[in-house]
């Protein structure tokens, strides 16, 4: 692969990075944040929950095990804005790979850049926070802050889906939904109807429980979903929220949510399950966090490096939510025991 194309990342407090050209060659415009993740780039990429995101790997090499099959990947398509790395890899080597990463990028038009500093951002992004930036080349564009757009709206998928056929009946509440959490219902025989973000649940014939799924963006703006929960919760509904879930539940109970100053992206956040000794090494991907946990509820999971909220479980009611995500592809398998946790009280 010939790139002799330089582009540019600007950053909102005046800094600009030189870097080369990979993928796409148009500007795009996001918020800048860091992963810090070692493997499952294309996991990470096709998540929905980065959607409206500039993201810079920490992992110095990108690009040496190709893309997959669109099968393992977590949504349709790259959900990413654009993507800086510091050693771009286009001879991949492995046995799923279908073809290099620029190859896929420059399909799916996202923007990339390989700039050798890339553990001075993140340091930059650690100390001052993650902050507005743009990829430009030859034509500029203005600075766009994602959080201001509802972004769920943008990617929860519009039509009803199941799967499955289980004598239990989940409805899943798609924000942003990740595959793997669906497939980790459905072997555990659970019958999965997967709906949009402002779908009216309570349309449907019957269902046992609600799974409110991962996404991206402001928790605050997705005021539909909300208001799904929130009468749920009235109802007495057996309710799972994962990520953006664990949020939006918060929010729905009477809580409330912040941002937090650079964000939890990575494989490997640690979160001590509350009143054990017990601590389960997480993948994360948000950038806002529980703030007030709302009244009947009490702290599931804490975050053993911030001592952020990482879930909340009510004291009496089937009511709960973790900010990790259980279902983990990539990352570690240790709590998917979660699934089966909730599924008890279904």
Avoid at 33 to 58: C, E, H, K, R
Avoid at 84 to 90: A, F, G, K, L, M
Wanted: hydrophobic fraction near 35%; include cysteine.
């Amino acid at each position: 692969m010939k790139q002799n194309t330089l582009g540019k990342l600007v950053l909102s407090d005046g800094l600009e990075f030189s870097g080369k050209s990979f993928g796409y060659k148009a500007p795009v415009a996001g918020e800048v944040v860091f992963a810090t993740g070692m493997v499952g780039y294309p996991q990470a990429f096709t998540d929905p929950s980065f959607a409206g995101q500039i993201l810079v790997m920490t992992y110095p090499l990108i690009g040496n095990y190709g893309v997959p099959h669109k099968k393992d990947w977590e949504s349709e398509k790259i959900q990413i804005s654009g993507l800086i790395v510091s050693s771009y890899n286009d001879t991949p080597s492995h046995a799923k790979s279908i073809m290099p990463l620029h190859t896929w990028l420059k399909q799916q038009k996202i923007p990339s850049l390989e700039i050798k500093d890339t553990r001075f951002i993140t340091q930059l992004l650690r100390d001052k926070g993650a902050m507005l930036g743009k990829i430009i080349f030859d034509k500029d564009i203005p600075f766009h802050d994602p959080n201001e757009d509802n972004l769920v709206a943008s990617v929860s998928q519009k039509n009803v889906e199941e799967m499955g056929n289980g004598k239990k009946t989940i409805v899943l509440i798609d924000c942003g939904v990740k595959k793997n959490i669906a497939e980790c219902l459905v072997k555990r025989d659970v019958r999965v109807i997967t709906v949009p973000w402002d779908f009216d649940i309570f349309s449907l014939k019957k269902f046992d429980g609600i799974i409110i799924s991962n996404g991206p963006g402001n928790p605050k703006m997705a005021d539909k979903t909300i208001m799904t929960v929130k009468k749920a919760l009235n109802s007495h509904i057996p309710t799972f929220g994962i990520c953006l879930g664990n949020q939006i539940l918060t929010l729905a109970a009477g809580g409330d949510t912040y941002k937090l100053k650079f964000g939890h992206r990575s494989q490997n956040q640690p979160c001590a399950l509350e009143g054990t000794e017990k601590c389960f090494i997480t993948t994360q991907n948000h950038g806002f966090a529980v703030g007030k946990i709302p009244t009947g509820f009490k702290p599931w999971f804490v975050n053993a490096n911030d001592n952020t909220n990482e879930g909340i479980i009510h004291n009496t009611l089937p009511f709960m939510s973790v900010q990790f995500h259980p279902e983990a592809t990539p990352g570690p398998t240790d709590t998917e025991w979660l699934f089966d946790y909730f599924l008890k009280y279904v």
